[in-house]
């Protein structure tokens, strides 16, 4: 919808409030596209999304236990789609790089053990990706960036 493409574009300007307030119209479409099409990937897929842009905006405003809670809510989801069959290289390639993003909030906000956790897991996931295509670039640095920061974080502990 309308909405969700202006709670990404917000989301990308660090633009908190009006991300949510966009997140928040969209979703109220996504509950009536839900009733229609109950568990479809298309709806699913789009509440993901908004997850996304409120992870991102709140990440990029510095609030911490919110991005991390929008990307739990994000690993939901995308739990639920995989055990409904949704296909498995879309599913690797939204879980890796959540699970990086949700390691980076974990740094942030001082939870460390957490963080390596969650970057482990972002790279065996990269792994799983690697084996099924080559990585793109950002993927590539993606994962570069957490081999390089994971035993820093392991240090801290």
């Not at 479409?29 to 229609?36: F, I, K």
């Not at 599913?91 to 990086?100: E, G, K, N, T």
Request: glycine content about 4%; some cysteine; charged content about 25%.
């Amino acid at each position: 919808s309308i909405h969700q493409r202006l709670a990404s574009a917000h989301a990308k300007m660090s633009d908190l409030p009006a991300t949510l307030e966009e997140a928040a119209k969209a979703e109220t479409y996504l509950a009536q596209a839900e009733q229609l099409s109950p568990g479809s990937f298309r709806v699913t897929s789009a509440r993901q999304t908004l997850f996304q842009n409120r992870a991102e905006a709140y990440a990029r405003n510095k609030m911490w236990k919110e991005a991390i809670a929008a990307n739990q809510a994000i690993a939901g989801i995308l739990l639920d789609m995989k055990q409904r069959g949704a296909p498995t290289q879309s599913y690797l390639d939204d879980y890796a790089a959540m699970l990086r993003s949700l390691a980076l909030c974990y740094v942030a906000d001082g939870q460390i053990q957490a963080a390596v956790r969650a970057g482990e897991s972002a790279l065996e996931a990269f792994g799983q990706v690697a084996a099924a295509r080559a990585l793109s670039e950002d993927e590539m640095q993606a994962r570069d960036d957490l081999t390089s920061k994971l035993p820093e974080w392991r240090a801290r502990l």
